[in-house]
């Protein structure tokens, strides 16, 4: 079935430092990929997706592309803020639509 | 808001008492599903519905935990007789679709499930 590993935090930077959180995936055909974000004390919302191979998702300075050579889904951020600490999770639908999502990344970011 | 909302936020209980829980999604998105988030770990799906059918249940959903949607809108998730390993945040997603296809689920803030 489908799977989706991702880098374990975590992960403290320096305001303005760059970020990159390494995901990979395993699926049976192209399924859409996903970052989702759960800031302190709130639900996950979604950061940004892609939907097929060479997509670029971006969002709030955030970017990832959906390899297919690589099985890969990274999330990068040239200059971190504050405000972007958080739990990120890398997910993936299944064929029957429910999503599986990686154990989640924390990043902390210090003034 | 027309957000997805779950009550309670947060439920303290004894173990071997039983509990429900409640998500409202948001009006128009015909599927809903449930997830369990324990501490540092992503969340897991238990189980979802079309409408009111019940269409998937993890292997995660044991005999004490059932869920219903009776008419399609609200659902609602129950616990029975809980044990400490049930202390999880307990998520409610939303959606719209038909078939296999795949639409952006929204997800409520969760209630927070403590077993003591």
């Known amino acids: 079935g489908n799977s989706v590993t991702q880098m374990e935090g975590p992960v403290t930077l320096s305001e303005e430092a760059f970020l990159t959180i390494n995901c990979t995936y395993t699926a049976t055909g192209y399924p859409s990929l996903f970052w989702y974000v759960q800031y302190p004390g709130e639900g996950l919302q979604l950061l940004l997706k892609?939907?097929?191979?060479?997509d670029k998702g971006s969002n709030k300075g955030f970017e990832a592309t959906y390899r297919k050579e690589t099985t890969s889904f990274h999330l990068e951020k040239g200059s971190v803020q504050v405000s972007d600490s958080a739990v990120y999770f890398c997910?993936?639908?299944?064929?029957?639509?429910?999503?599986?999502f990686g154990q989640g990344t924390t990043l902390q970011v210090k003034p | 808001d027309t957000g997805v909302s779950q009550d309670p936020r947060h439920k303290i209980t004894k173990r071997g008492q039983n509990v429900t829980f409640r998500c409202d999604p948001i009006s128009e998105h015909n599927r809903l599903y449930w997830y369990r988030q324990t501490l540092g770990q992503g969340p897991e799906f238990l189980t979802y519905f079309q409408n009111e059918a019940q269409l998937e249940k993890s292997r995660l959903l044991s005999d004490r935990f059932s869920a219903e949607r009776p008419k399609g809108s609200f659902s609602t998730l129950e616990i029975q007789r809980t044990e400490q390993g049930d202390s999880a945040m307990y998520l409610c997603?939303?959606?719209?679709?038909?078939?296999?296809?795949?639409?952006?689920?929204?997800f409520g803030p969760g209630t927070r499930l403590t077993v003591l």
């Open positions: 997910a993936l639908p299944s064929n029957t639509g429910k999503l599986i």
């Open positions: 892609a939907t097929k191979a060479d």
């Open positions: 997603a939303s959606s719209r679709g038909e078939g296999s296809s795949y639409n952006e689920q929204f």
